[in-house]
């Protein structure tokens, strides 16, 4: 199954993404505590752990307080994500597999007849 975020980028285990967005049903069906904690993920990031057999992205928040740890789980659909380039180095590899999509190939003969 293929998974991609709201651009159509793919999403797969180890991806980061941008939260956009809480699913309304979970809005309602939650305590109002819960979705409060849910609200401060959307416009974080976080590594995808998990790709469910449904097709959601699973990402997790972890916070530390004193009386020790606790977190939240949420499955995200394509609307409700997307890909965040990970460093420096991939957004070059994908700048060049930009520019190079967009320069004629080396092999191939001018469409215009060659100087004498």
């Given at each position: 199954m293929?998974?991609v975020?709201?651009?159509?980028?793919?999403?797969?285990?180890?991806?980061?993404?941008?939260?956009?967005?809480?699913?309304?049903?979970?809005?309602?069906?939650?305590?109002?505590?819960?979705?409060?904690?849910?609200?401060?993920?959307?416009?974080?990031?976080?590594?995808?752990?998990?790709?469910?057999?449904?097709?959601?992205?699973?990402?997790?928040?972890?916070?530390?307080?004193?009386?020790?740890?606790?977190?939240?789980?949420?499955?995200?659909?394509?609307?409700?994500?997307?890909?965040?380039?990970?460093?420096?180095r991939?957004?070059?590899?994908?700048?060049?597999?930009?520019?190079?999509?967009?320069?004629?190939?080396?092999t191939?003969?001018?469409?215009?007849?060659?100087?004498?």
């Amino acid at each position: 199954m293929i998974v991609v975020d709201r651009k159509g980028q793919p999403v797969e285990v180890g991806t980061r993404v941008r939260v956009l967005e809480i699913a309304a049903f979970l809005k309602r069906a939650l305590p109002p505590e819960e979705v409060q904690e849910l609200a401060t993920m959307v416009g974080e990031v976080f590594e995808v752990y998990e790709i469910d057999e449904c097709g959601a992205a699973w990402v997790e928040k972890v916070w530390n307080d004193p009386d020790g740890s606790r977190s939240h789980s949420l499955a995200l659909d394509a609307h409700e994500m997307e890909v965040v380039l990970r460093h420096s180095r991939e957004k070059t590899r994908v700048a060049r597999e930009k520019v190079t999509h967009l320069m004629p190939d080396p092999t191939t003969p001018p469409p215009w007849p060659e100087a004498a």
